[in-house]
């Protein structure tokens, strides 16, 4: 069991620009999720997927915001032309149905 | 909309002893997940310990233990034998058992815990 990898760990970025961050599952987990933490909160959920298929989103996910799960494998969360308030953790999960989640270590994402 | 609050921003605590993180909860579902995460400084989101919503008994894992109060809908964390490597974040999450329900997790805003020598 290598845990849920994620890459990067830190993000530092003009406004403005576009970032990609990528979450590695644990492999026999058919569901990741995405969260956002912000500093002295606690994460928010962002977006699920089941296998390749992207069963919810939370409005907190802007239309800036696309995430994908090709192949039901690695995900990949993208925000385009970023903002300050964009700044914030961005944490990885994985897990099977009835099971706890496991997390990955977090994109922390720096605004300039 | 379920919501779940953590009432204590900071606790502190004498290595060896015993301190309990409050967390309540709101929901109209019957059959849910309560969990405890603690969250050491610039590290992975670790689970301590969960809750089935339909158990009456109190789950244990160690040093760990939770009071689950359905009734009331509180779902507190007793740490006993605190040891430094305890300090850390601790957040209390909620989470549907409804078939179909996507399984996402609803945190409080979590308690820091300070473990003193």
């Known amino acids: 069991d290598t845990g849920v990898s994620q890459d990067p760990r830190h993000k530092i970025t003009k406004r403005g620009q576009n970032v990609t961050f990528r979450c590695d599952p644990i492999?026999?987990?058919?569901?990741l999720y995405w969260y956002r933490q912000t500093l002295g909160q606690g994460p928010e959920f962002l977006t699920y997927?089941?296998?390749?298929?992207?069963?919810?989103k939370s409005r907190l996910l802007s239309d800036r915001f696309s995430a994908e799960r090709p192949k039901g494998s690695f995900s990949t969360l993208e925000i385009q032309r970023t903002e300050q308030g964009d700044s914030a953790m961005y944490l990885c999960?994985?897990?099977?149905?009835?099971?706890?989640?496991?997390f990955g270590d977090g994109t922390r994402l720096s605004i300039l | 909309a379920q919501t779940v609050t953590q009432s204590q921003p900071e606790m502190s605590v004498q290595e060896a002893e015993t301190v309990t993180l409050s967390c309540t909860y709101d929901?109209?579902?019957?059959?849910?997940?309560l969990f405890w995460y603690k969250q050491p400084p610039s590290r992975q989101m670790i689970l301590v310990i969960r809750?089935?919503?339909?158990?009456?008994q109190n789950a244990t894992e160690n040093r760990f233990s939770v009071n689950f109060q359905k009734a009331a809908k509180s779902f507190s964390l007793k740490i006993s034998d605190s040891q430094l490597g305890d300090a850390a974040m601790y957040f209390c999450?909620?989470?549907?058992?409804?078939?179909?329900?996507?399984?996402?997790?609803?945190f409080g805003t979590g308690t820091l815990l300070a473990v003193q020598p």
């Open positions: 999960a994985s897990g099977t149905m009835g099971q706890p989640q496991h």
């Open positions: 492999s026999e987990h058919n569901r």
């Open positions: 997927f089941q296998n390749e298929a992207q069963l919810e």
């Open positions: 929901t109209s579902e019957s059959d849910y997940y």
């Open positions: 809750q089935e919503a339909y158990k009456q």
């Open positions: 999450a909620y989470r549907s058992a409804i078939s179909g329900a996507t399984n996402k997790l609803i």
